[in-house]
Nanobody, 119 residues
């Protein structure tokens, strides 16, 4: 059973930085896609960034140039470095893992970590 645990959220002033971490346990392969989503109050959950095994990355337009996703396959971990934070980045951030196994797709979520950008 895969479990994802996020950490690193908190309160930060506009223009500040935070680094989110996600530790995955269970059977994880480097080919699995790991990423981050966020959900702001009253809005749908949206993709922030994703990283594939061959290091292809995908970012939401709103975070390009400010956020960087990375992963450490030896630690089964994925990170999100967030710089130049804006109030509109305020949301609960969720770690996501997608596995393709035996013709099926399995999706896992962490419990979320709250990021608040405010002065």
């Amino acid at each position: 059973q895969v479990q994802l645990v996020e950490s690193g959220g908190g309160l930060v002033q506009p223009g500040g930085s935070l680094r989110l971490s996600c530790a995955a346990s269970g059977t994880i392969f480097s080919r699995d896609v790991m990423g981050w989503y966020r959900q702001a109050p009253g809005k749908q959950r949206e993709l922030v960034a994703a990283l594939t095994s061959n290091e292809d990355t995908r970012y939401a337009d709103s975070v390009k140039g400010r956020f960087t996703i990375s992963r450490d396959n030896a630690k089964n971990a994925v990170y999100l470095q967030m710089n130049s934070l804006k109030p509109e980045d305020t949301a609960v951030y969720y770690c996501n893992l997608v596995q393709a196994r035996w013709g099926n797709t399995f999706t896992y979520w962490g419990q979320g970590t709250r990021v608040t950008v405010s002065s």
